[in-house]
């Protein structure tokens, strides 16, 4: 992509609200011309881009240079974007600065250094070059947002079982890949404008769902997914003893000695456990949005 010819002047830093919602910082126009970003980096890591910016430079006294680096969702986007992971080395491959960061601000020597980026699947590498007497200031267009997934049962009160979360890009130069995972209900998943599957399992059981979704740049999609299933509560067995839970297609169960309580879908069921030297089998159904108990009777 070409180089912006729109310049910054920013010396306040943001941070995002994702309660509220993403918004990113747009740059005044104030033109200095004399650096640029160098296109003719060598072969790019995998799932590495170039991305659009804004660039900005100032005059400064010899050892005070500064390199300051940020990102904003979207081309006209008015605010910093959250937290960006940053790796800038020398062309040498020496180490100048790994961590995280919403407005970064080096003060190194003149030269060139390979600055890398992340932003959740959003990864980004360019050369900046740093003149004597000047301080450069590259802002990012990440074209990004976030995803917020809350996972629940149909009954609303198991909402805190154990799950897990899977993102897969549908379609791009990721088609197919897993690029996010979560295994917290209501975590904020950073991610680049797109489309994306969804996969939400419950740790225990058999509730999974998929889901669709579109992540537009500058915004947070909250994706609240009621997950067709009910708690199936399963009692203590002495004698270190374990449950088999098998339905109708032959799928089978072993579940864990300190799990009492089981998501599982719709269906007919059958539990097996030992109790000392009696062997308990008992066949149960399970209604979406029902809670059932168990007993050992």
Known sequence: MGVSTRLARHRHQASIAFAVGLVALSFSANVVWGLAIQRDLPA???????????????NVVSGAETLELSGRFTENATNYSDSIDWTVKSTTGE????????????PVPPGSYVVSGHY???????????????????NFVLNA?????????????????PCTTAVFAVGGNAQGQQVATSLRPGEILKLSAG????????????????????????????????????????????????????????????????????PLTAGTYQAEA????????????????????????
């Open 145 to 161: 947002g976030a995803l917020r997934v809350a996972p629940h049962l149909t009954d609303q009160a198991v909402a805190a079982q």
């Open 44 to 58: 790019p890591k995998p799932n590495s881009n170039h991305l659009p910016f804004t660039l900005s430079t100032a």
């Open 274 to 297: 030992k109790q000392g030297a009696r062997l308990i089998a008992k066949s149960f159904v399970v209604q979406d949005g029902v809670n059932l108990q168990l007993s050992l009777d």
């Open 95 to 106: 180490v100048v600065y790994s961590g995280a960061s919403v407005v970064l601000t080096l």
């Open 120 to 138: 959740g699947n959003v990864a980004f590498e360019d050369v900046v070059s740093l003149a004597p007497n000047r301080s450069v200031a590259v």
């Open 195 to 262: 489309h994306y599957r969804v996969e939400t399992t419950f740790v225990r059981g058999n509730v999974k769902a998929t889901t669709l979704v579109e992540v537009k740049a500058g915004t947070m999609r909250s994706l609240n997914i009621a997950l067709h299933g009910s708690l199936v509560r399963l009692p203590t067995l002495a004698q270190g003893g374990t449950w088999q839970i098998s339905n109708g297609a032959g799928e089978t169960l072993t579940i864990a000695e300190d799990v009492t309580e089981l």
